[in-house]
C-alpha cells in the first residue's frame, strides 16, 4: 500500500473520545440538509464522538427534553433521498432573546455538548454565534441561579461552531452553491420544460416567477439553464424604459422564426426606483405591447412550497456528493477546534470544501464572483442577440465527437450565439469528423438553436468512430491533436481550434469536469434511490449496479456516494476476493442491525475476471440465509433525458468562453489576409481546474493521460473515496492536510515496465 509522502498529520490523531456533537437544521428546509445531518452523524460516531439531534432547530434547543436525542448509526438509514429535513426545522423567537439563549445552554450542558453543528441560513449561522460569544457569560449565570456547578461550567468552558448553509437561493456569500440550490434549480427548469412545449404550440410568451426576495440567483441560471429572452433580478434593476427593450428583444426573437418567448422574474425584482415589478405587470406588458402577432401571454408562479421537491438532487454531484462531504469536514472543523477558533462555515469553492469565517460571510452583502460570471454570460446569450454587431471576415465551425452527451446542445446553442454576437458566420457540422470530412457542413443562424438547451443527446448528431486511431472515448481529444500535428503538411489546419469536455465518463484529462456526468450522476443516484425503495418493508435485499464509464470509476464512485452504497468497484483501486468477501461479511453484520439493504456498484471495466455476473453469484451464494440479491445494469440510461441545470449552465458557459478565445486567436494570428496559427497554445482544451476554466494546449497533455485506458493519470475525485467507506461503517484512512482538506490513502496501481 503506497501512501502519500506529503502528510501533515493522520487522521486517526483527531478523536472525537469524550467530545458530543450537537447538530440542527434551522430556518426554511432545503433539499440536502438530511444527507449533511447524515453524514455529521456518521463521521462523528466514527471518530468516537457522541452525536444529537436537537429537533426542531433553535426551539429545540431552547425547550430540551425530548427534543435532544442521541442519534445513533442506524438512526440516519435512509434519509438520502429524503427532501426536507427529517430532524425538524422551526423559526424560534425565543432563541432571539437571552432568556431563551439561557435556556439553550442550559440544556446543551446537560447533554455535555459543546459542539454545534448548524444546518441554515444567515440568520441561523449568526444566531449561532452570537450564542458562542455569550457562551462563558451565560455558563456563569447558571452557575449563580443554581442550575449547573462549577465543575459543569469548567467541563462544558468552550462551546465550537460549524456552520453549513441551506438556502434554495443561494443568497450566502463565500461559497458557489448552498444546501438544497440545485434540487431548486432542477424543480423550476423542470416546470419550464413542460411550458415550453404548450407555449411552442400556440405562440405564447409565458412570464415565469421564481423565488428570490433579496437574491436573483435561481431567476438568473434558470434564465440560462432554458434559454430565457429576458430575465428580471433584484440585483440588477432594469433601465428606465425596459418595456420597449424587452419587447424589442421579443419580436426580434419572433421575426427570427422562434414560436414561443420565456420571460423569468424573481418575486424580489424592482426597477431603478424601487418599484416592484411583477410577474403581472410583466404579463401586461408583453399582452399590450408585445404581441403584434396576436400571440397570447401566461404567467406561472413557482411558489415557496412547490420549488421545494420532495427529492433532493444530487445537488451537482460532482461539487457535493448530496452534502456529505461538507458534513464530513464539518466534523473535522470541530474535532480541530481551539478556544481560538472562530466560527466556521464549510463552504464550496470549485470543487472543494473549505472553511470560512462565517461571521465574514454573513458581513458580505455583495455579489458573489460566481454570481457574476453567471449575469456576464447571460448578457451575452440572452441580451447580445438585439444589438446590431459588426461582422467580421471569419467563419467558425462548431461540431459534436463521440458518445452524446446530456448539455451538448446547450454548449451548440451558447457557441453558436456567442460567435455570431462577436460577428462571426457560424457553421454547423453534422456527424462529428466523419461529417466533417465528408462535407455536411452548413451555415447555423441564431434562430436556428431556439430552444436546444432543454434537449438531450446531440442534434447535430455524433459518430464514435472515424478512423481506427480514435478511440471512442477521447476521439475529440486526439482527434484535436491529430489536427494540430497535421498543421505541418496542410495550412489548412493553422486555425485557432479548442476542445470542450463533453463525456458522462468525466474521464477527460485536462479537467475535473465534463459536460454530461452531472447528468448521468442524477440518473444514477435517481435509479439506485428507486431501486433501493424495492427493499423497504420486505425482507433483506442487496442490490449489484453495474453503471457505465469505461475503465473511469468516476460514475460508480460519485454515484455510489450520493446514493449511500456500501461498495464500490473500480479499475483505479484494485479489489481481489479477499476484498470481495470483506464486502460480503460487512453487508452480514449491517443486515443484522436491523438495516433491510445493501447497495454495490461496479464499474464496467473494474475488473475483467471479478465481472457484475461474477459478483451477483458470488454475494447471492454468500448471503444465504441472511439476505438475498438482485442485479441491475444501468447502460444507456445513465446517459439521461433533460440535461440537469448544471450541465446546461456548464455547457453555456464554457462554449461562451471558448468561442472569445476563438475569436481573440482569430484575430492574433489574421495576417495579410489570413489566418495562420500553428504554435501550440492555438490548439487547446478548455477545461475545469478546481474553479477556473483554463486553456490548455493538447499538447502537453499528453503526458497526464494514460491512453490505453482512456483516463486521466490523477484524478481529483479518488480523494472522495475513503468517505463513502466512512459513511458506510467501514475502517479506513485519511491523510488531513493544514488547509483540513482531506486526501485519499489507498493503493496506486504499479506502473507496467
Not at 450537537?22 to 471518530?47: C, E, F, H, K, P
Not at 443568497?171 to 432542477?186: E, K, N, P, Y
Not at 425596459?242 to 424589442?248: A, G, K, N, S, V
Not at 466533417?436 to 447555423?444: N, R, S, T
Request: glycine share 10%; aromatic share 8%.
Amino acid at each position: 500500500m503506497a501512501k502519500r509522502q506529503d502528510t501533515k498529520k493522520f487522521f486517526e490523531n483527531l478523536s472525537g473520545s469524550g467530545k458530543s456533537i450537537g447538530v440542527l437544521t434551522s430556518g426554511g428546509d432545503a433539499q440536502g440538509m438530511n444527507a449533511a445531518v447524515r453524514a455529521v452523524v456518521r463521521m462523528g460516531i466514527y471518530v468516537g464522538a457522541k452525536v444529537y439531534f436537537i429537533h426542531e432547530g433553535y426551539q429545540g434547543m431552547v425547550d430540551g427534553g425530548e427534543n435532544i436525542e442521541e442519534a445513533s448509526w442506524e438512526s440516519v438509514s435512509s434519509m438520502l433521498q429524503v427532501g426536507g429535513t427529517v430532524i425538524g426545522s422551526a423559526r424560534c423567537k425565543e432563541f432571539r432573546s437571552h432568556e431563551g439563549r439561557l435556556k439553550a445552554a442550559h440544556h446543551l450542558v446537560q447533554h455535555g455538548i459543546t459542539n454545534l453543528c448548524v444546518i441554515g441560513g444567515d440568520g441561523s449561522l449568526t444566531g449561532a454565534n452570537l450564542f458562542r460569544e455569550e457562551w462563558s457569560g451565560l455558563l456563569e449565570e447558571l452557575v449563580q441561579q443554581g442550575l449547573i456547578d462549577q465543575e459543569a461550567a469548567q467541563n462544558n468552558s468552550e462551546l465550537h461552531i460549524v456552520g453549513m448553509v441551506g438556502s434554495i437561493d443561494n443568497d450566502f456569500c463565500g461559497t458557489d452553491m448552498t444546501i438544497g440550490t440545485d434540487s431548486a434549480l432542477h424543480r423550476i427548469i423542470e416546470v419550464v420544460d413542460a411550458i415550453m412545449t404548450t407555449a411552442q404550440s400556440h405562440q405564447r410568451t409565458f412570464v415565469l416567477e421564481v423565488m428570490g426576495r433579496h437574491c436573483g440567483y435561481l431567476a438568473l441560471v434558470s434564465a440560462l439553464a432554458c434559454g430565457a429572452d429576458w430575465v428580471l433580478i433584484p440585483e440588477m434593476p432594469p433601465e428606465d424604459g425596459w418595456e420597449e427593450q424587452m419587447c424589442q428583444k421579443l419580436s426580434e426573437s419572433r421575426s427570427r422564426g422562434s414560436r414561443l418567448n420565456i420571460i423569468i422574474v424573481a418575486e424580489g425584482a424592482t426597477d431603478r426606483h424601487g418599484k416592484a415589478i411583477t410577474v403581472d405587470n410583466v404579463k401586461d406588458v408583453s399582452t399590450l405591447t408585445c404581441d403584434k402577432e396576436e400571440t397570447k401571454s401566461r404567467t406561472y408562479r413557482c411558489g415557496n412550497n412547490f420549488i421545494r421537491p420532495n427529492w433532493p438532487s444530487c445537488i451537482s454531484s460532482v461539487l457535493l456528493c448530496r452534502p456529505g462531504r461538507m458534513g464530513v469536514e464539518a466534523v473535522l472543523a470541530l474535532l480541530e477546534a481551539s478556544a481560538t477558533t472562530p466560527a466556521c462555515v464549510v463552504s464550496l469553492c470549485g470543487n472543494q470544501a473549505v472553511r470560512l469565517p462565517l461571521m465574514e460571510c454573513v458581513q458580505m452583502f455583495m455579489v458573489g464572483m460566481y454570481f457574476q460570471k453567471h449575469l456576464c454570460f447571460l448578457n451575452v446569450c440572452v441580451c447580445d442577440g438585439c444589438a446590431v454587431n459588426p461582422q467580421s471576415s471569419f467563419n467558425v465551425a462548431v461540431l459534436n465527437v463521440g458518445a452524446p452527451a446530456a448539455g451538448m446542445n446547450a454548449a451548440v446553442r451558447s457557441a453558436v450565439r456567442v460567435g455570431i454576437s462577436e460577428g462571426h458566420k457560424m457553421f454547423a457540422v453534422n456527424d462529428g469528423f466523419e461529417g466533417f470530412y465528408k462535407g455536411q457542413i452548413k451555415e447555423i443562424k441564431w434562430g436556428d438553436v431556439g430552444g436546444w438547451t432543454g434537449q438531450g443527446g446531440s442534434i447535430l448528431g455524433t459518430k464514435r468512430k472515424m478512423n481506427s486511431w480514435l478511440c471512442p472515448v477521447l476521439q475529440a481529444f486526439l482527434g484535436v491533436m491529430e489536427l494540430s500535428a497535421a498543421r505541418e503538411k496542410y495550412n489548412e489546419f493553422c486555425v485557432p481550434m479548442v476542445m470542450v469536455p463533453a463525456t458522462v465518463s468525466n474521464n477527460i484529462p485536462g479537467s475535473d469536469l465534463s459536460i454530461g456526468a452531472d447528468t448521468a450522476l442524477n440518473a444514477i443516484t435517481d435509479t439506485c434511490d428507486r431501486i433501493k425503495q424495492s427493499a423497504s418493508g420486505t425482507k433483506r435485499r442487496v442490490f449489484i449496479i453495474e453503471t457505465m464509464g469505461g475503465y473511469c470509476g468516476y460514475l460508480a464512485s460519485v454515484g455510489g456516494l450520493a446514493a449511500g452504497a456500501d461498495a464500490v468497484y473500480i479499475y483505479e483501486e484494485p479489489f481481489d476476493i479477499r476484498d470481495l468477501q470483506s464486502n460480503v461479511e460487512h453487508l452480514t453484520e449491517k443486515m443484522k442491525t436491523g438495516i433491510q439493504r445493501g447497495l454495490v456498484l461496479r464499474n464496467e471495466n473494474s475488473n475483467v475476471n471479478f465481472t457484475t455476473d461474477f459478483i451477483y453469484q458470488l454475494y447471492s451464494e454468500e448471503g444465504k440465509g441472511v439476505f438475498d440479491c438482485r442485479k441491475n445494469v444501468l447502460g444507456h440510461m445513465q446517459q439521461g433525458g433533460a440535461p440537469s441545470p448544471f450541465d446546461r449552465n456548464f455547457g453555456t458557459k464554457i462554449s461562451a468562453k471558448a468561442i472569445q478565445w476563438i475569436s481573440k486567436k482569430l484575430k492574433e494570428s489574421y495576417k495579410e489576409g489570413k489566418v495562420f496559427a500553428n504554435t501550440e497554445d492555438t490548439a487547446c482544451l478548455l477545461g475545469m481546474r478546481r474553479r477556473a476554466l483554463v486553456f490548455q494546449p493538447v499538447v502537453q497533455l499528453k503526458e497526464e493521460t494514460d491512453f490505453v485506458h482512456r483516463i486521466p493519470k490523477e484524478q481529483w475525485w479518488l480523494k472522495l473515496r475513503p468517505l463513502m467507506k466512512i459513511l458506510a461503517k467501514y475502517k479506513t484512512s485519511y491523510d488531513v492536510s493544514d488547509s483540513g482538506q482531506l486526501e485519499h490513502v489507498t493503493r496506486i496501481r504499479p506502473k507496467k515496465d
